[in-house]
C-alpha cells in the first residue's frame, strides 16, 4: 500500500463549483499534515497545512480524520486560478524530516 | 525576494557524464533539501542537510552526493549520470526540521540524460 494515496482526477468543474479532495496515509505516526499546490510545470508551493481540529483560509478548509487516516480539502467558489495539481504531503514524524508526497489531484476549473 | 535559486534550470547530458546542481536561498533557513519528481511519481526526497556541516540520505540517494557548501549553498552532484536520472529535481528549504515548518521550493531543474 502506497503511503500517500490521492485520487489523480482530473477533476473537471465549471466556475464557483464547490470540488474536494481526499487524501489517505498509511503511517498512523505520522504527525503533520500539508496541502501543497503545483502549476504546471512549476515548483510545489504550500497551500496550508491541516491541523487536528481542522482549518479553513478564505475558500480552502482542510479537514484531518486521524482514526481514518484520511486527509480532506475543500475548495468552494472555484477560480480558473485554483486550475493545478494539489498535493497531499504528511509528515512520519515530529524529529524526522520526511515528508512523504502524494502524486497528486489535478484540478481543471472552465468557464 | 529570491527564496531559493536553482541552476541551471535545464541541462541535457550523456550517459557518463558528471554534473553539479547548485542550490542557494536567501531565507536563513537552517534546513535544505533535495528532491527529484517522475511523471506519476510524487516528488522523492534524494538528500537533506539538517543544518550547516551535516548531510543525510534521503529516499532514493543512489547515484548522488551532496554537499552543504555553507549555510546558504546545497550541491547535487551526479557523478556518473544515467538515464535513470532523467528527472525534474527541486531543490527546498526550511527554517528547521520538523512538525510544520514548511518547505519553500526552487523552480527547477529540468535534467536529460541520453
Known amino acids: 500500500r502506497k503511503e500517500v494515496e490521492q485520487d489523480p482526477g482530473p477533476f473537471n468543474v465549471p466556475e464557483g463549483a464547490t470540488v474536494a479532495f481526499n487524501c489517505t496515509y498509511s503511517n498512523s505516526a505520522s504527525q503533520s499534515f500539508f496541502w501543497y499546490r503545483q502549476d504546471c510545470r512549476k515548483e510545489p508551493k504550500l497551500l496550508m497545512s491541516v491541523y487536528s481540529s481542522g482549518n479553513e483560509d478564505g475558500r480552502f478548509t482542510a479537514q484531518l480524520n486521524r482514526a481514518s487516516q484520511y486527509i480532506s480539502l475543500l475548495i468552494r467558489d472555484s477560480k480558473l486560478s485554483d486550475s493545478a495539481t494539489y498535493l497531499c504531503v504528511v509528515r512520519l514524524n515530529q524529529a524526522g524530516t520526511a515528508l512523504i508526497f502524494g502524486k497528486g489531484t489535478t484540478l481543471s476549473v472552465s468557464s | 525576494n529570491a527564496g531559493v535559486t536553482q541552476t541551471p534550470k535545464f541541462q541535457v547530458l550523456k550517459t557518463g557524464q558528471s554534473m553539479t546542481l547548485q542550490c542557494a536561498q536567501d531565507m536563513n533557513h537552517n534546513s535544505m533539501y533535495w528532491y527529484r519528481q517522475d511523471p506519476g511519481m510524487g516528488l522523492r526526497l534524494i538528500y537533506y542537510?539538517?543544518?550547516?556541516?551535516?548531510?543525510d540520505k534521503g529516499e532514493v540517494p543512489n547515484g548522488y552526493n551532496v554537499s552543504r557548501l555553507n549555510k546558504r549553498e546545497f550541491s547535487l552532484r551526479l557523478e556518473s549520470a544515467a538515464p535513470s536520472q532523467t528527472s525534474v529535481y527541486f531543490c527546498?528549504?526550511?527554517?528547521?526540521?520538523?512538525?510544520?515548518?514548511?518547505?519553500?521550493f526552487g523552480d527547477g531543474t529540468r535534467l536529460s540524460i541520453l
Open positions: 527546498a528549504s526550511s527554517e528547521a526540521l520538523g512538525g510544520y515548518q514548511p518547505q519553500h
Open positions: 542537510s539538517a543544518s550547516e556541516g551535516t548531510t
